[in-house]
């Protein structure tokens, strides 16, 4: 029987197509007081970064849920969303520069490292343009009031690669 003091919860993942991967991203659910609800793996479907998108539903308590995933982000996985309180915002940036020198998916999982965002779409150029520069559209999920951090991660990371950041056009990001 389930805990009143229990909240249900929805975490997104992208998880490589490897043994034990899932295995990986369940146990610190676990380990961290929450109880499984739903497990939505689309193995048929990848992400733009080419992993497998997978859907959780646990229970836990609200003061867990945090814990859990920041376990989650310590165990290594790659969260895409959890709660839609918990990434309450949503920024666009383009990057514009020689994308594919760069490593592009190092520059994804940096900013994905800084914690305050997590990179949900993005859609590459086909063609590279002037002097091999390309552009790819980022769009961040963003926790609540944390664009700034976001924005200044991005461009942090894009300045250590020699890339440019268009930014949105907004009053207070």
Do not use: W
């Not at 920024?91 to 994308?99: A, I, K, P, R």
Request: some cysteine.
């Amino acid at each position: 029987m389930s805990d009143p003091a229990n909240r249900t919860h929805t975490l997104r993942l992208e998880l490589a197509d490897e043994p034990g991967e899932l295995l990986r991203a369940l146990s610190p659910i676990a380990d961290n007081g929450g109880n499984l609800l739903s497990i939505f793996h689309e193995r048929g479907s990848l992400t733009p970064r080419g992993r497998i998108p997978v859907e959780v539903d646990l229970e836990c308590p609200p003061q867990c849920f945090e814990d859990v995933v920041a376990a989650l982000r310590d165990a290594g996985v790659t969260v895409i969303a959890a709660d839609a309180e918990h990434y309450g915002e949503a920024v666009t940036v383009l990057l514009v520069g020689d994308l594919v020198a760069s490593d592009l998916s190092g520059v994804l999982a940096s900013i994905e490292e800084c914690g305050a965002a997590s990179v949900v779409d993005f859609t590459l150029t086909d063609e590279p343009g002037v002097d091999d520069e390309a552009s790819a559209r980022l769009r961040l999920a963003v926790e609540s009031g944390g664009a700034g951090d976001a924005l200044a991660t991005v461009q942090s990371v894009a300045a250590e690669k020699d890339l440019h950041v268009v930014e949105p056009l907004v009053g207070d990001a």
